[in-house]
Nanobody
């Protein structure tokens, strides 16, 4: 069993930056593929970025070049560095952990991009 807790959300102006963190509890963190998703009101949850156990990464086209996912296995934590934020980035951001049939979600953190 893995528990995920996101932090770092908040209100930021357009063009600004935020760094989200997701702390995981439980064993075997380094073996999970970790991901960041977001869900805006009235929209489906979408995958933004993922990082494998081998630290390979992939990104959605909507955030490529602006967002960076990383992991620190010693701290059981992943991060999402978000730069050049736009109002369309406003959403609840969720952390996800996957390994074989296992799939875990955090509770989400709100990110609001507004002037």
């Amino acid at each position: 069993q893995v528990q995920l807790v996101e932090s770092g959300g908040g209100l930021v102006q357009p063009g600004g930056s935020l760094r989200l963190s997701c702390a995981a509890s439980g064993s075997g963190f380094s073996t999970y593929t970790m991901g960041w998703y977001r869900q805006a009101p009235g929209k489906q949850r979408e995958l933004l970025a993922a990082i494998t156990s081998g630290s390979s990464t992939n990104y959605a086209d909507s955030v490529k070049g602006r967002f960076t996912i990383s992991r620190n296995n010693a701290k059981n934590t992943i991060y999402l560095q978000m730069d050049s934020l736009k109002p369309d980035d406003t959403a609840v951001y969720y952390c996800n952990a996957q390994r074989f049939a296992e799939n875990y979600w955090g509770q989400g953190t709100q990110v609001t991009v507004s002037s």
